[in-house]
């Protein structure tokens, strides 16, 4: 069965900040959600672009998409038009970025070489070209 990868959510972020700063975790809680409702609510403001920098962590945006008059619709092959629209990016800061280009751990780049492993028609194939290399 696939790894499935720990997702954190914002009680996990507000246990942390209220573990880290000693402030009552119902305190650390509100702060979170006024600080991503915030965010969420300056995303929503966008008309039509946004930029919002957060030193050390990273760019929120909302950008703007072209129209696509000539796209397909992958089911019936009928050309549809698909109107300009707006999307959210995330760009990491170069503190974030430099930390994600660093080489895996050992126990991360063996989990990455099991990666698939859960099937066995995977593991037979695997273990035969490894065969044939071996020979």
């Keep these: 069965m696939k790894q499935k990868v ?3 959510t914002r009680k996990d972020i507000a ?9 009552r975790h ?11 409702s915030t965010i969420r ?6 008309d039509p672009e946004l930029r ?5 962590f990273g760019v929120f945006e909302v950008k703007l998409t072209k129209a696509k008059p ?8 009928d050309k549809v038009y698909v109107p300009p629209r707006r999307k959210t990016h995330f760009k990491p800061s170069k503190l974030l970025k430099s930390f994600l ?3 895996l751990s050992a126990q991360a780049q063996a989990s990455l070489e099991n990666f698939g492993d859960h099937e066995p028609n995977v593991r037979a194939v695997r273990q035969t070209a490894e065969d044939l290399l071996a020979r």
């Design 6 to 8: 720990p997702t954190l």
């Design 15 to 23: 246990r942390r900040i209220s573990e880290k700063i000693d402030m």
């Design 26 to 36: 119902q305190d650390a809680d509100q702060w979170v959600d006024t600080v991503l």
């Design 41 to 46: 609510e300056l995303l929503m403001t966008a």
């Design 52 to 56: 919002i920098e957060v030193r050390d």
């Design 70 to 77: 000539r796209a397909r619709n992958p089911k019936t092959g």
């Design 101 to 103: 280009t660093e080489p």
